[in-house]
């Protein structure tokens, strides 16, 4: 495969016929649904990098959607696990039979969490962890609604999509939807309340107390709180304590679950295996996928046992526990648990020094209106204008189509803003050279803007 050599800044990446072919044929047979104007077509991935189907290389500052938290395709304990599973026996029917595998990993898994935490469910993706999480919810309050968030995104298939509230493309045409309430996240740049942290005294917390749970549906009817302790896809929000600390408070007072949504947030993303943990707060129910299974599909919930257990066959599927995905999953989790400390270090440390360097661009830049994150789940967002924070939604995708066209993979979120979610085993190298790239885009397209 040859490697166009583009880190100088004389190669651009090379959109071949090749490359073109396979996207005019996905358009002809793929549904229609989401695909990006990027031409990007991966073939190949190695830690860092990642290679086209033309041998174009990339710097990857998306971990394709949050899943490669540990590098693409760079773990041989992983590969060598899913061959080896591969040969014994790919699926073993856990809804209805018994394997060791699952229960092993489930036993692993609950070491990641709080004492108390005692019950893991599988399916295979993040929408199914938490389509579990608001039917066992129910099932253990034996009440009907849940409060979400203005601007989460916790999936979308039905239940999930009912508390999803991140953008009106994803509902439109797909309601009515079941049971959810929702109320302003904790969005400080831009206060649904016109107002400044801290002296705005958590107005967002009073407000649910106030309008939601007074006027919509009575608190004794609520079953769960579902949140995201950093939305993700509506943005990478990232709240602050008091506000987690508040919802925590409002859950026990009336006896609601209080669910994280971990799905994007967790799994050392945002420097600690459980995103909840940088708050100090303690979830009831704990949604996990992308990253879990280092590339193949697993999502998990896990309940605190406290909560009580789920009468047989009232929720299940098919694949959950699927043998392979469990020992991709159990791979990687072993190399997670014996560095754990060395990880959240790492994610911590390269998470600092992205943030102060994005800083500095801020400074320098009309269009950087915000720059926030935890460890290396961070995001940075466009805007028109420092002073009317005017969303800069074009220019934010021409930032994104630059940096791809200069060999680094971005993705967006929310209305303008850049996911920066390299892997946290990227190497300070990689991190500075895709930094320098972000930054020769910015201010490229900064020229037409303020
Ligand atoms: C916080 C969160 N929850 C749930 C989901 C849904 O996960 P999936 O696409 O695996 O269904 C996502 C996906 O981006 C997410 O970011």
């Not at 579902?226 to 026990?252: C, D, H, M, N, T």
Request: with cysteine; net charge positive.
């Amino acid at each position: 495969m040859a490697c166009l050599n583009y880190w100088d800044g004389s190669t651009r990446v090379n959109v071949t016929k090749k490359i073109s072919d396979i996207i005019a044929r996905d358009k002809k047979v793929i549904m229609t649904t989401t695909r990006s104007e990027i031409p990007f077509v991966p073939a190949k991935g190695d830690g860092d990098f990642i290679y086209d189907v033309s041998g174009n290389k990339f710097i990857d500052f998306s971990s394709f959607i949050a899943v490669y938290n540990l590098g693409v395709n760079s773990s041989k304990a992983v590969h060598n696990a899913i061959t080896s599973q591969a040969g014994r026996l790919m699926h073993s029917a856990f809804t209805d039979f018994y394997a060791e595998p699952p229960v092993r990993f489930a036993e692993n898994l609950l070491t990641m969490f709080p004492k108390g935490f005692g019950r893991v469910f599988y399916s295979n993706s993040g929408t199914e962890a938490n389509e579990a999480a608001l039917k066992f919810s129910k099932l253990f309050t034996k009440r009907q609604y849940v409060l979400s968030f203005y601007n989460s995104f916790h999936g979308r298939t039905y239940g999930s999509l009912s508390m999803t509230s991140s953008r009106t493309v994803q509902r439109e045409h797909f309601g009515p939807f079941n049971s959810a309430v929702h109320a302003p996240y904790a969005y400080c740049y831009r206060c649904p309340f016109g107002q400044e942290y801290p002296s705005c005294g958590m107005a967002c917390v009073d407000y649910i107390k106030k309008y939601p749970l007074s006027k919509d549906v009575s608190p004794k009817e609520v079953a769960a709180i579902f949140v995201e302790p950093i939305q993700g896809e509506g943005g990478y929000v990232v709240p602050p304590k008091e506000f987690i600390a508040g919802l925590r408070e409002i859950a026990s007072d009336n006896g609601m679950a209080l669910v994280s949504d971990e799905v994007q947030a967790g799994y050392l993303r945002a420097g600690k295996f459980l995103c909840m943990d940088n708050f100090g707060v303690e979830a009831d129910i704990y949604t996990m996928a992308k990253a879990v299974g280092a590339g193949l599909p697993i999502g998990v919930t896990v309940t605190r046992s406290s909560l009580g257990s789920i009468r047989a066959g009232a929720h299940a599927n098919t694949f959950g526990g699927n043998l392979v995905s469990i020992a991709a999953a159990e791979a990687q989790l072993t190399y997670v648990k014996n560095n754990l400390r060395h990880l959240e270090a790492e994610s911590r440390q390269k998470g600092r020094h992205a943030m102060k360097r994005l800083e500095e661009m801020k400074e320098r830049y009309e269009l950087i209106g915000d720059v926030r994150g935890i460890a290396l789940m961070i995001g940075m967002e466009l805007v028109k204008s420092k002073k009317t924070k005017e969303p800069a939604a074009s220019e934010r995708d021409r930032v994104i189509r630059q940096c791809f066209e200069n060999g680094l993979i971005l993705l967006p979120a929310g209305d303008s803003s850049i996911r920066i979610i390299p892997p946290i085993t990227v190497s300070q190298q990689s991190l500075d050279r895709g930094l320098s790239i972000l930054e020769e885009a910015i201010s490229s397209v900064n020229k037409s803007v303020g």
